[in-house]
């Protein structure tokens, strides 16, 4: 997410290849690259037929590993519209906030994206990295299409915020990580439990199954084909109730 990719045609193969595989759904952010991923996405989709790209404005990129809220009005509207040039389109599907700025009026964040729906630079607005509390100030002023925050077996933090996004329709986009310390007790379980999913699904591929089985999505970051292929045939995989207890409990360990 810092700079250009170290394997540009591959990038610009697994972005080919996701829709081929049935996926019609591209998540970005102008700050992945920064805006690298955005110019990506534009070269390997455009004109994006049959697809919803939605990208995110708020976080600046001061250096690697670096990631600074800025949620001036000014910057968010400016961000939008440099997105909406990067991507090729006369307007975004669906943009989403991609932090609230502690240090900035929450009320002048939110009405910056009230702002850019009511100009049609964005179609839906979206949030993420937020709380209920944050969900509920932002629907005063607009619908909130969708949530996404950082969901997984292993990170329950956002049970909550998932609760309320299935009481009151809004889409939910679970941030999954497909490894790392977090998830070790998860790829324990997968790999213990006594009824291996279908199509002998590596264990990290049976828990992104788990997380994307009852949500609308799960946002798993891709950068070679093999991945992409991998992760997708997470839908293919059926858990019984026994499996998803399993692994649950695994999880919540």
Request: aromatic fraction near 4%.
């Amino acid at each position: 997410m810092w700079g250009e990719p170290r394997d540009r045609a591959e990038c610009i193969r697994t972005l080919k290849r996701a829709p081929e595989l049935g996926v019609n759904f591209i998540d970005t952010a102008d700050s992945y690259g920064p805006e690298t991923s955005e110019n990506l996405i534009r070269e390997a989709l455009h004109p994006y037929d049959g697809l919803l790209i939605a990208t995110k404005g708020g976080l600046t990129r001061p250096g690697p590993d670096r990631w600074v809220p800025n949620g001036r009005r000014d910057y968010l509207i400016e961000r939008a519209h440099k997105s909406r040039a990067h991507l090729g389109v006369k307007r975004i599907d669906l943009w989403q906030l991609h932090a609230i700025d502690r240090s900035v009026p929450r009320e002048e964040q939110l009405g910056a994206v009230k702002t850019l729906i009511d100009e049609g630079v964005i179609r839906f607005a979206g949030l993420s990295n937020v709380t209920v509390d944050d969900i509920e100030a932002a629907s005063k002023l607009f619908k909130v299409a969708t949530v996404q925050n950082r969901y997984n077996l292993a990170d329950r933090a956002s049970e909550a915020v998932l609760a309320h996004c299935e009481n009151h329709g809004i889409g939910f986009n679970p941030v999954v990580s497909a490894g790392g310390r977090r998830s070790r007790q998860a790829r324990l379980g997968a790999r213990r439990h006594r009824q291996a999913p279908p199509r002998r699904a590596k264990p990290d591929r049976a828990r992104l199954a788990v997380e994307a089985q009852p949500r609308d999505a799960a946002d798993s970051g891709h950068g070679k084909v093999a991945h992409l292929e991998e992760n997708v045939c997470a839908v293919d995989i059926t858990l019984s109730d026994d499996d998803f207890a399993a692994l649950d409990r695994a999880g919540r360990k």
